[in-house]
């Protein structure tokens, strides 16, 4: 007999309803914490106060004040507000990684392989501002580099010291 994940009762694997032979093997949840027909969500694991919210990416119950609040309802979005800044900070590594990989994974003008944090983005003698693409989509920051040169930081500063 499969065990609910919320109570920790144990339910039959089959039951009949209508005449219809149901199978509920595969079933995480009970059918008290979990009707036939509902969707199993995190809110049949987790029982929440008014004041809590549940984090589904730290897995942690946190006071609603962690999390930002939806536009339409003022419910908790599913993340608090620590883990989307770690996810905002991960999306804007990988979308550099990617725009390393488009333009070759080479300095310009040296022509070695640096790791992306050497990189840097150089036109006219301006080095393009990373912290402006932190909220872009990956093709408006391609589609923004896409006049500017790929140089090390080693190959940027001669530039610049060349230029006076």
Do not use: H
């Amino acid at each position: 007999m499969p065990t609910c994940n919320n109570c920790g009762n144990e339910f039959p694997n089959k039951i009949s309803k209508d005449g219809e032979t149901i199978s509920l093997s595969g079933r995480k949840f009970c059918l008290e914490c979990s009707p036939l027909g509902n969707k199993n969500t995190r809110s049949y694991i987790v029982k929440l106060q008014d004041s809590e919210a549940f984090c589904a990416r730290c897995q942690k119950i946190k006071n609603k004040d962690e999390f930002y609040a939806r536009k339409d309802s003022g419910k908790p979005l599913s993340y608090c507000i620590i883990c989307q800044s770690e996810l905002k900070e991960l999306k804007f590594q990988e979308n550099i990684e990617r725009v390393i990989q488009e333009k070759g994974c080479v300095c310009q003008d040296c022509g070695l392989s640096y790791p992306a944090p050497i990189y840097e983005f150089y036109f006219d003698g301006t080095v393009y501002n990373l912290s402006k693409a932190r909220n872009m989509s990956f093709e408006r920051f391609s589609n923004n580099l896409q006049e500017y040169t790929m140089l090390c930081r080693n190959c940027s500063a001669m530039r610049d010291w060349e230029k006076g």
